[in-house]
């Protein structure tokens, strides 16, 4: 039986960009969850050292009645299966990030692609916070760690972490971190916000490390 190398065309011990006996970086899984409209696919966009793959497709009359376009009515697009975007944080770790579908006629997907993910981050938007609460109790009830993420869109009131919290009722040891998803830099102190908590809950002497 062939191995997994020689099947994809790669020689056996060489790393993916072909240098024999490279190190293969340990892949961690990630996903990018929240409501319709709270910057999923730009935060995976912005942030992403590939060209991120992107499902969104543009919204028809069959979503009339259907799709809750509430504070966002100016929406003309949503994403149908998922996001994609890869970050490598170090040579042995590179993060993939897994957009997830916020409409609630796609949230069947979530299950699936929840398998093997290491930790989430939950995007909120304070004009509709009741958006990002199916995404709090799906990652709650599987004991997958996960960070809120308040995106700040432009013109919304800028509430303080702590009313977040009891906003969104989740714990102390859930870290709530301020975002603006349009920022690369902003971006990736989420996804480190996320490392760092998930490290935390494994080994509380563990830190997290900058993302490139």
């Known amino acids: 039986m062939a191995s997994a190398d020689s099947d994809n065309g790669t020689a056996p011990g060489a790393d993916p960009g072909g240098e024999p006996g490279g190190h293969i970086p340990l892949a961690v899984k990630i996903l990018v969850a929240g409501g319709f409209g709270v910057g999923k696919t730009t935060l995976v966009g912005s942030v992403s050292e590939i060209e991120p793959l992107s499902t969104e497709e543009v919204m028809t009359e069959a979503s009339m009645g259907v799709d809750d376009l509430g504070g966002v009515e100016e929406k003309t697009t949503t994403t149908v299966a998922l996001d994609f975007g ?25 299950d699936e692609l929840a398998e093997g993910a290491l930790g989430a981050v939950v995007l909120a938007d304070t004009r509709r916070l009741d958006t990002c609460f199916p995404a709090v109790d799906f990652f709650e009830r599987r004991r997958i760690p996960f960070v809120v993420a308040v995106n700040l869109f432009d013109g919304a009131y800028d509430y303080g972490t702590q009313e977040v919290r009891e906003a969104v009722d ?7 971190v301020l975002s603006d998803a349009r920022d690369r830099e902003s971006s990736k102190a989420v996804l480190l916000a996320l490392v760092e908590h998930v490290m935390r809950r494994r080994s509380p002497a563990t830190t997290g490390r900058p993302l490139p």
């Open 86 to 110: 890869r970050i490598t944080v170090n040579q042995q770790v590179v993060l993939y990030l897994f957009g997830t579908p916020g409409q609630g006629r796609f949230w069947f997907m979530w």
């Open 170 to 176: 989740v714990g102390a040891d859930v870290p709530i």
